[in-house]
Nanobody, 126 residues
Framework: QVQLAESGGGVVQAGDSLTLSCTLS????????MGWFRRAPSKEREFVAAISYSGGRTEYASSVKGRFIISRDNPKNTARLRMNSLSPEDTAVYYC???????????????????WGQGTQVTVSS
């Protein structure tokens, strides 16, 4: 079983920055993308950012593009999400996910991700 664990969530003020980390352990696909999704109160889960296995391709939701940066460190099986200029609209539970792939793709659909973490709460006040 593949296990993912998020960390780095917390409470911040609008305009602040925060970095989330995700560590993947257990059986790992030969090639896998990693992504971040979030679920805000009273809303459905939505795509935030994703990165290909090689790290050469990234995708961002329009709402976070230019503010968030996704990165990964394959030897450590980790992914990070640097969030800048946070606003109350970014308040949500953030989930890390892994997607097995035979090609260096960057899926954005939740259905493409087989393994999910438990989530970490990010709260942005004011």
């Amino acid at each position: 079983q593949v296990q993912l664990a998020e960390s780095g969530g917390g409470v911040v003020q609008a305009g602040d920055s925060l970095t989330l980390s995700c560590t993947l352990s257990g059986i790992v696909f030969t090639s896998f993308a990693m992504g971040w999704f979030r679920r805000a109160p009273s809303k459905e889960r939505e795509f935030v950012a994703a990165i290909s296995y090689s790290g050469g391709r990234t995708e961002y939701a329009s709402s976070v593009k230019g503010r968030f940066i996704i990165s990964r460190d394959n030897p450590k099986n980790t992914a990070r999400l640097r969030m800048n200029s946070l606003s109350p609209e970014d308040t949500a539970v953030y989930y890390c996910a892994a997607s097995g792939s035979s090609t260096d793709t960057v899926p954005t659909a939740p259905a493409a991700y087989e393994s999910w973490g438990q989530g970490t709460q990010v709260t942005v006040s004011s």
